[in-house]
């Protein structure tokens, strides 16, 4: 199974693509990016640039699912949360127009699976990726190793799931 994980945003979003050999315990990086926009450009602009990357990924990866990271809005920046939506909502979007399955995880529950704490930091998450993934480097930058805990959850949660059902 090939699995897409996203961390979406307007400006960069991180993505992922891990693919399970097997039983889910052992699996391969195939790729891990971002899609930046040019942040002077209008929004409807930057939107066409992320559909434009986002389907050269799909097309060139051919995943069979993809994993996002939910919305949440911080009371402090209610806004941030409004922009990302719109990347947010244009990559389900294009994910689901193309086939894929699309599944939502918390993004403490994405921190969880990879490192225990739901509240861990950018920092922490790009070490966690880095030792569970078998990386020499952290990966960098943060929103490509966010893309691929978004990634990793998923496949343990399938893996749990199927483990659940024998």
């Known amino acids: ?45 930057r939107l066409v640039e992320i559909g434009r990357e986002f389907d050269s990924v799909l097309k ?9 990271e939910e919305l949440y809005s911080h009371f402090n920046h209610p806004k941030t949360s409004i922009i990302m939506g719109h990347a947010r909502g244009l990559m389900i979007f294009k994910a689901a127009e193309a086939g894929l399955r699309v599944v939502s995880y918390a993004s403490t529950r994405i921190k969880k699976s990879l490192t225990g704490n739901g509240r861990a930091t950018k920092e922490q998450m790009q070490k966690a990726v880095q030792t569970n993934m078998g990386l020499k480097s952290l990966p960098e930058p943060p929103d490509v190793a966010d893309a691929l805990a978004v990634a990793w959850c998923h496949l343990q949660a399938i893996n749990r799931i199927e483990v659940a059902a024998i």
């Open 1 to 45: 199974m090939r699995v897409l994980g996203i961390d979406p945003g307007l400006n960069i979003s991180g993505y992922g693509i891990i693919e399970s050999l097997g039983d889910g315990s052992d699996m391969n990086i195939i790729e891990a990016g971002i899609i930046r926009t040019n942040v002077k450009a209008d929004m409807d602009q």
């Open 60 to 68: 060139q990866f051919e995943p069979d699912v993809m994993a996002i």
